[in-house]
């Protein structure tokens, strides 16, 4: 019977292969240590993302609500990807990627009406956020639809103020004021406080001087925090 020598290719093979299936073995654990530190991380730049294209619209509505005296709401995104008129040429006031949602599932933005219902209780904390300021608007063509929103935090209780969990969905057709993803998920980082992707309205409506615009360092990006058991 033949046995394998100091010299046996054969058996420094397998001495090779037995150090390199113990190396991988460490760098799957290894792997699924940071996973999930991984993950939290995409979401994180994904809500990012979604705060940046959300302040996008809220802008291009207040540009188009600017242009129309107060007098118009844009009823669908592509209201505000056409542009406004600018002399003989066009005015383009939203980037096609930002009329897409990074969080929902088919990329469409919920439209936000301009009633109490959804905006009264983002503005309660809004307000709550700002140390019990609610922000002036950015432009008094803009105090018509939020003068109905303040009415309504100062006459209904907290309870009132709660937005329903079957919220009617509207993604196109109808004036709004604002949008909001459709993802009802716990978020990985915060918005005014807020933790939860549906609640995240973005609103030219309360964004004067005096308020967090966007939250977080002037200019930088939002503070967010993990929430907990997270």
Known sequence: MRT???GDPRGEAGMTMMAVMAIMAVFAVALMAVAPTVQLEIQREKELESIRRGEEVAEAIKEYV???RGTKLPE????LLEGLPQGTKTRMILRESAATDPLS???????IKPDPQTI????KRVQDYNNG????NPTQLLDRYSIVIVNSIDTNSEEDLTEP??????????????VASQSKARSVITYYGIENHSKWVFTPLFRGGGGPTPPGPRGGRPQGTPPPNR
């Open 105 to 111: 599932e088919d990329g469409k933005w919920r439209l």
């Open 4 to 6: 394998q020598t100091a």
């Open 66 to 68: 600017i242009y129309h």
């Open 76 to 79: 669908s995104l592509d209201d």
């Open 165 to 178: 969990e079957d919220y009617e969905l509207v993604t196109d057709n109808t004036p709004f004021i604002g």
């Open 133 to 136: 300021l609610l922000p002036s």
């Open 120 to 123: 009264a209780a983002f503005a």
